[in-house]
């Protein structure tokens, strides 16, 4: 018999997916030279290095205060993310990241299953 996914989820595993990304995710990105963030992100073609935690701490942050509205989750919205990123170092972007991937855990545990792809990083792709 298949396993109920709803009722069978742990909740705090996204928690801790995250959590375990972070620690081992934030001190790599921590630890390259500026030139690396410049560098074509192979699976995300049309992106930089850059823009994937550029992109990923926004979607955390959305999920953070809540706004998961129309269009949240969308090649548009992939666009705004990166474009609202363009002015910031790139210590500040993974700063943001380290923090979105802090908080995220608990309002993803808290939504019943809704938001556990987040999690997992399963989005919308960039544009081609």
């Given amino acids: 018999m298949a396993a109920d996914t709803i009722h069978d989820r742990d909740p705090e595993l996204p928690g801790r997916l995250l959590t375990t990304e972070r620690d081992a995710l934030i001190p790599l990105l921590r630890s390259r030279p500026d030139t690396d963030f410049a560098l074509p ?3 995300c073609p049309g992106w930089s290095v850059r823009d ?8 955390l942050t959305r999920v953070v205060e809540g706004r ?3 269009g949240a989750f969308s090649p548009e919205s ?3 993310d990166i474009a609202e990123h363009a002015d910031r170092t790139h210590q500040q972007v993974v700063d943001e990241l380290e923090l979105g991937m802090t908080e995220a855990g608990p ?3 808290g939504a019943g299953g809704v938001l556990d792809a987040i999690a997992l990083g399963v989005g919308v792709p960039p544009r081609p």
């Fill in 41 to 43: 992100a192979r699976a």
């Fill in 52 to 59: 994937v935690p550029a992109h990923c701490s926004s979607v």
């Fill in 68 to 70: 998961l509205g129309k």
């Fill in 78 to 80: 992939n666009d705004r």
């Fill in 107 to 109: 309002v993803i545990a």
